[in-house]
């Protein structure tokens, strides 16, 4: 398992922006597909958006299309998550996964390694 920690959350206003950075440890970084998730109060986690071994390959929650961008540095062992034009509704809890040699996947049970987790809340 490698392990994960993030940073970057905050308090941001309503159209605001915010960048959080998912750290890996080990050397095996890029043998680990990615994904963020998010669990607001009082609701499941689901799924915000992936990114292949690679980098090639993203995927999105509709929730997020066209305003959040997932992309992953290797020689960094580090992912990240550009969040714009936030809105209230994404206030959350949000976790970087990772998932060892596989593909991306939409589904939590699927990856192995979680972070701590970073509070984004977003004021109106």
């Known amino acids: 398992q490698v392990m994960l920690v993030e940073s970057g959350g905050g308090l941001v206003q309503a159209g605001g922006s915010l960048r959080l950075s998912c750290a890996a440890s080990?050397?095996?970084?890029?043998?680990?597909?990615m994904g963020w998730f998010r669990q607001a109060p009082g609701k499941e986690r689901e799924f915000v958006a992936g990114?292949?071994?690679?980098?090639?390959?993203?995927y999105y929650a509709d929730s997020v299309k066209g305003r959040f961008t997932i992309s992953r540095d290797n020689a960094k062992s580090t992912v990240y998550l550009q969040m714009n034009s936030l809105k209230p509704e994404d206030t959350a809890v949000y976790y970087c996964?990772?998932?060892?040699?596989?593909?991306?996947?939409?589904?939590?049970?699927?990856?192995?390694?979680w972070g701590q987790g970073t509070q984004v809340t977003v004021s109106s």
């Open positions: 080990g050397r095996t970084f890029s043998t680990y597909a």
């Open positions: 996964a990772a998932r060892r040699g596989g593909y991306t996947s939409r589904t939590e049970g699927a990856y192995d390694s």
């Open positions: 990114i292949s071994l690679s980098g090639g390959s993203t």
